[in-house]
């Protein structure tokens, strides 16, 4: 990525400097050691950098994977990430690298190290490491976050394939339909003026909509093409989505699918956590942002309770964040201690619910839409054809 920097050194003045780099502390990094003091530092909005300042450009789990195969192949760390970073074909990726080698010859730890570049290691990667450096077992801990990615992508690549053909049915029929609207409609409703006569209601306004795509298609194409636009910034935004999340929350089925998604991405992450060693407070601080909106507030006070020695399970129960097959999974690890296998098993029970229910909705949703495309494109045509139908009865 470039970044534009505003930079002085002494004896001259303010300038501008612009550097490659892979964050902004690694370009105000680069600006002091060519002797700069470091007034400003932004990312400049080039197209270059729209197409690759996207963090999950950097293949996190793919640079997981490969990491573990070569420390179970017996090599050290820094030589594992001096040979990815040699066989890495992309210059920012490489510098990347170079960099996290860079700071493991410095001394820092591989958690200190993946800390200077956030965008591209969450907390949760980090956390990982950090807490496998305590036990020095860094590839199980790779090996549970692999698995843990794996598993996270599982529900959310279930939903995308069943929804792939609704979308494009919806899209087709809804090509179908425009054509048959601004290209067919206008045409015949040329037709129906020349003949004139009494049209019935829905003729009459299939004419008045073909005659104004006639006379004004260019302005309604741009405004639509406008309206679309403004749609589509709109729902980009993190406000529109929290309140499209919230409404859908609000829908008695629709809701607790949410509901259940959100918790087993929070059961997922929690029990990885507390498998690699971390205690349960400074994990439950660093899940919360996998729950949204009220379940967020209730995560927050059950902690609460959970610092002041209530029982997990309890004080997850008491503010709604388990159900009763979950509650005692949990009652069961707190007895057997694995409470972080255990929270796993409560995640795949709630990915295996939600695969069942998104299976369920596809084989009803898509009848349901197909009834609906053929009815609206059934009816333009059937507007459409009805005059010449009364007229030709009344020729007979």
Do not use: C
Not at 7 to 16: D, E, I, M, Q
Not at 149 to 168: C, E, F, N, T
Not at 202 to 207: G, H, N, T
Not at 352 to 368: G, M, Q, S, Y
């Amino acid at each position: 990525m470039r970044f534009e920097l505003r930079v002085l050194r002494p004896g001259t003045p303010v300038s501008t400097l612009l550097l490659e780099a892979t964050s902004a502390d690694d370009a105000a990094e680069q600006a002091r050691l060519q002797g700069y003091a470091i007034l400003k530092v932004k990312l400049t909005r080039t197209l270059a950098n729209l197409a690759t300042s996207d963090t999950r450009t950097f293949p996190l789990g793919l640079f997981s994977q490969e990491l573990l195969m070569l420390l179970e192949a017996g090599l050290s760390v820094v030589d594992s990430i001096e040979t990815l970073k040699e066989k890495e074909n992309k210059a920012r990726h490489q510098h990347l690298l170079a960099q996290l080698v860079a700071s493991l010859f410095e001394g820092q730890s591989l958690s200190q190290a993946l800390q200077h570049f956030p965008a591209v290691f969450p907390p949760l990667y980090i956390a990982t490491v950090r807490a496998s450096e305590k036990t020095g077992d860094l590839p199980e801990a790779l090996a549970r976050y692999v698995a843990y990615q794996a598993q996270l992508d599982v529900v959310r690549k279930k939903i995308i394939s069943a929804a792939i053909y609704p979308m494009l049915l919806a899209g087709v029929g809804g090509l179908v339909i425009v054509f048959l609207m601004g290209y067919v409609v206008p045409r015949f409703s040329r037709i129906f003026e020349d003949l004139g006569g009494d049209l019935p209601f829905s003729s009459r306004l299939l004419i008045n909509w073909g005659l104004l795509v006639h006379d004004h298609g260019w302005s309604l194409l741009i405004g639509i093409t406008a309206v679309t636009t403004g749609a589509i910034f709109w729902l980009r935004r993190p406000g529109t989505r929290y309140w499209i999340y919230q409404h859908l929350a609000a829908l008695p089925a629709i809701g607790e699918r949410i509901r259940w998604y959100q918790l087993a991405r929070f059961y997922r992450t929690l029990g990885m956590l507390l498998r690699g060693g971390m205690s349960i407070m400074p994990s439950l601080q660093m899940t919360a942002d996998l729950l949204q909106g009220p379940l967020r507030d209730r995560l927050s006070a059950s902690a609460n309770q959970i610092r002041e020695g209530v029982q997990i399970s309890s004080a997850m129960a008491s503010f709604g964040l388990t159900t009763p097959v979950s509650l005692r999974m949990l009652r069961v690890g707190e007895r057997t201690g694995h409470m972080g296998e255990m929270m796993e098993r409560i995640a795949a029970y709630y990915d295996a619910e939600i695969a069942r229910w998104v299976d369920w909705f596809v084989r009803l949703f898509e009848p349901l839409l197909m009834a609906f495309i053929g009815i609206v494109i059934g009816a333009i045509v059937v507007m459409m054809y009805f005059p010449i139908f009364e007229l030709a009865g009344s020729i007979q």
